[in-house]
């Protein structure tokens, strides 16, 4: 089942984020064949304030501990993390099936 992680860091904390990258990007390495899309939402002047993922898992507990499991989360980077149930629409300019 796929689900939308939604972050949002807390103010001030661009250093943080970039200091807490490498074990960030090395995680998401641990769960790649599960990850669909992920990136940085970025602020106004374009650097990252944020992250978006997309997982395929089994059920929100899973898409929980995840997100909890994260090391954005553990150095606790995010001031909200909103976790949804989430269906592909288009993918790749197609309807999806």
């Known amino acids: 089942m796929l689900f ?6 807390k103010p001030g904390s661009l250093d943080l984020r970039l200091a807490t990258r490498p074990q960030h990007i090395a995680y998401l390495e641990t ?3 599960r990850i669909v899309q992920a990136g940085p939402l970025l602020d106004e002047e374009g650097r990252p304030s944020g992250s978006l993922l997309i997982v395929d898992v089994a059920d929100r ?3 929980e501990g995840f997100a909890a499991a994260d090391p954005y989360a553990r ?3 995010f001031e909200s993390i909103i976790i949804r149930p989430y269906r ?3 993918r790749d300019g197609e309807v999806a099936p």
């Open 75 to 77: 150095c606790q980077l």
């Open 88 to 90: 592909t629409v288009f």
């Open 31 to 33: 769960y790649k064949s």
């Open 61 to 63: 507990a899973e898409a």
């Open 4 to 9: 939308a992680l939604i972050c949002t860091d």
